[in-house]
């Protein structure tokens, strides 16, 4: 099939999309990364704020966890810089969280939520 789409696009690896250990947010977190991100350096370097707007995240700190998240799992480099905005690096997909050589259990992200009670909860981890 021919990409009849015009200019405005960037690439993300299927292992990205079929990964069954990311979270949604986390997918879409690394794909706003990845559309900011310039094609010769590989820096991208959106503020938090627009991190909150691009992913409709109303909270800075659950994009803060979702990013300290896509670094721990070794998809995105965060080189923290004082008085500008962070710039993230995009790593390739680890072979670890290649889809085929992950167990089908879920894994705990550290995120804290709020239940329909309004009780703050942090999920459970299952497996690491």
């Given amino acids: 099939m021919r990409d009849k789409r015009e200019k ?3 690439w993300v ?9 990311l979270l949604p947010m986390e997918r879409l977190l690394y794909m706003v990364l ?18 909150c707007k691009k992913t409709g995240v ?8 979702h990013l300290r998240n896509l670094e721990n799992f070794g998809l995105i480099s965060i ?3 004082l008085g500008y905005a962070n710039k993230y690096y995009l790593n390739n997909i680890p072979k670890e969280l290649v ?14 939520t709020k239940n329909d ?11 690491r």
Wanted: net charge negative; no cysteine.
């Fill in 34 to 51: 990845a559309r900011h991100s310039d094609n010769e350096t590989g820096e991208s370097f959106p503020s938090i704020e627009t991190l």
């Fill in 117 to 127: 009670t309004g009780v703050v909860t942090k999920n459970v981890p299952l497996t």
């Fill in 8 to 10: 405005g696009w960037f």
């Fill in 13 to 21: 690896e299927n292992d990205l999309i079929d990964n069954e250990i």
């Fill in 99 to 112: 889809t085929k050589n992950v167990p089908s259990t879920k894994i705990d992200t550290g995120v804290v």
């Fill in 58 to 65: 109303k909270d800075k700190r659950t994009i803060v966890n």
């Fill in 79 to 81: 080189v923290k810089q």
